[in-house]
């Protein structure tokens, strides 16, 4: 039986999707249902977005899907980290770092973020004008650069990530991707930029070492922990090198996308700013900070929760078929084939949530929302073996963020009423991203 799709234009298709990657998706997905079929340069694609598919690919059958073609084009920046290896040593790398995320260790960081947290709030000017999706970015990337190593990056790292970024975008989405030795302008500032933070990751890790070696006394952090977890050679270096350039990718990213969206969703939602207001006087009650309470299905948990499931950051995951596989529907998915899964569309599908469009964060009144359904109905962090293991963390970082700035801070946005998407390598708001603040 022939999957629904398109069988033509290879070339068009392509190109149409590097135009409009969202739109060109949703006209397939709006057309052709839950799976479809779309021929990208003569190569097998199909669009994935039901329940029981994806939980066929992510966790019933993992074993047959890799990450694929897309995602080993970032080695070159992220090395052999977590997202980018397969097989044994994904498998070795992932419970080793796995253990580095508990919950325990991101509650003990919990403090530490608040700082970091405080300080960009100290450093805000009244009425001076601010980009959201910037100032998120900015926030999420000191905390991660604090978890991390221990340092507070200024504006030139931030800079430096940036092009990283849209390297990665420019790669995955070129036909043909000029190679690095071609001295084109993008090549050199991507080099160099990557030579600087590359520099500063080996520089921490050898200050590291060299404590470690000498028996000092070291910062209880990720570095330190993956560190310890390893012989403390070359080869065990460029393994940190990579996991760390991993987590900082792909840890701030997220976050600040989550971030920006929640802001843009609740702001013209008083009821749900008075619920985090009158949330944030307790868990900072007497200027400390009851962590504890970060664990709880809280109403700032179920408003990013909402806000993962109407503009999920990573609005589609790649995977690869090893071998031929039949899906729930009866549809063949050839060997070799690339499988696009679309969380946006699946968090927005009314068959799966009612009112799917509007943002109610009361629908989260389980932690699970997967728990009494059919398949996989909501997955921001992936799921399965190659969940995200920083989600914890995220929603961690993601509340402290929300409920500081809900408490020190009055933002006043400027811009469009109707909301338009910038589809990078994750999802973040285009326009209404503007705003100035009061603090309180």
């Known amino acids: 039986m022939k999957t629904p799709g398109i069988y033509t234009g290879p070339i068009k298709n392509f190109l149409n999707y590097r135009k409009n990657p969202l739109g060109f998706l949703k006209n397939i997905h709006d057309e ?87 300080e960009w709030i100290r450093q805000l000017e009244e009425n001076k004008r601010y980009n959201l999706v910037e100032e998120m970015h900015k926030v999420s990337a000191e905390i991660i650069f604090k978890l991390l190593l221990q340092k507070k990056p200024n504006e030139s ?27 084109t302008s993008r090549n050199r500032n991507f080099k160099q930029a990557l030579k600087n933070i590359d520099d500063l990751i080996y520089n921490s890790i050898d200050k590291r070492l060299e404590k470690l070696q000498n028996k000092e ?63 944030s006087s307790v868990v ?37 078929s090893i071998s031929e596989d039949i899906l729930r529907s009866k549809y063949k998915i050839p060997a070799g084939s690339t499988l696009v899964l679309a969380p946006y569309f699946t968090h927005r599908d009314k068959t799966y949530w009612k009112d799917s469009l509007e943002f109610n964060p009361e629908r989260f009144q389980k932690l ?9 109905r909501y997955f921001p962090f992936g799921y399965g073996p190659r969940v995200c293991i920083g989600q914890s963390l995220a929603l961690v970082e993601s509340q402290i963020v929300l409920l500081k700035m809900i408490k020190n801070l009055e933002l006043i946005f400027e811009g469009k009423k109707k909301q338009e998407f910038n589809e990078g390598i994750t999802l973040s708001p285009a326009t209404n991203t503007f705003f100035r603040i009061k603090k309180i």
């Open 32 to 118: 052709f249902g839950s799976l479809a079929y779309i021929n990208f340069m003569n190569k097998d694609v199909f669009l994935v977005s039901d329940p029981e598919d994806i939980e066929h690919i992510l966790l019933k059958n993992s074993k047959n899907y890799l990450k694929g073609r897309t995602t080993k084009k970032l080695s070159s920046i992220l090395g052999k980290g977590l997202i980018t290896s397969e097989g044994e040593y994904w498998k070795k790398r992932n419970r080793l770092i796995r253990s580095s995320f508990t919950n325990k260790k991101v509650s003990q960081s919990s403090t530490l973020i608040l700082k970091v947290v405080e």
């Open 157 to 183: 790292l931030f800079n430096d990530v940036k092009t990283l970024l849209d390297y990665i975008l420019y790669k995955t989405r070129s036909l043909f991707p000029l190679p690095l030795f071609v001295p």
């Open 217 to 279: 006394k070291i910062p209880k952090d990720f570095l330190s922990l993956l560190l310890n977890n390893e012989t403390l050679s070359d080869f065990s270096r460029i393994q940190a090198r990579d996991e760390v350039i991993t987590l900082i990718m792909a840890g701030h990213e997220t976050v600040a996308n989550t971030l920006a969206w929640t802001w843009v969703s609740i702001n013209e939602r008083k009821d749900l700013k008075d619920q985090l207001k009158e949330l």
């Open 284 to 320: 900072f009650e007497k200027n400390t900070l009851k962590e504890e309470i970060l664990w709880d299905n809280n109403i700032a948990k179920k408003i990013i929760m909402e806000s993962m499931r109407m503009h999920p950051p990573v609005w589609v995951f790649m995977r690869e």
């Open 368 to 376: 699970n929302p997967n728990s009494d359904v059919q398949g996989i």
